[in-house]
């Protein structure tokens, strides 16, 4: 991971006092973690779309994310193989739709600020 990420990932583990269990868990709307449930793909969906309106973009899904972080991995001479886990299943279809999105990608990932 880049420092960043793990300088942000260790403030959650510290500021959230987790200890054991799943990295990413549910905050409620009194910002109380769910000490006992991991973090639903409906609950990531609604992440992302929350903060893709807060970027300015038009649209973008949880599945555009792992298209694009599959995309920067390729970009920089990673081995697609080396990530399959990452993806159910890697298509000829998934692979062309990988090589064409650097431009986009850059230009959304400077918009976000975490």
Do not use: C
């Not at 420092?3 to 942000?8: C, G, H, M």
């Not at 000490?35 to 649209?59: C, F, H, M, N, P």
Request: proline letters at 4%.
């Amino acid at each position: 991971m880049p420092p960043r990420t793990i300088d942000l990932v260790k403030t959650w583990l510290e500021e959230s006092g987790l200890a054991f269990g799943p990295l990413f868990r549910p905050v409620n709307r009194w910002n109380q973690i769910a000490a006992d449930r991991r973090l639903t793909a409906r609950g990531v969906y609604d992440i992302v779309t929350r903060r893709v309106k807060q970027a300015g973009l038009d649209k973008a899904s949880p599945h555009d994310l792992r298209r694009s972080f599959l995309t920067y991995l390729l970009d920089n001479g990673e081995d697609l193989y080396s990530y399959e886990t990452l993806v159910k299943a890697i298509t000829d279809t998934t692979r062309r739709y990988l090589r064409h999105q650097k431009r986009r990608n850059r230009a959304a990932a400077d918009k976000i600020d975490f």
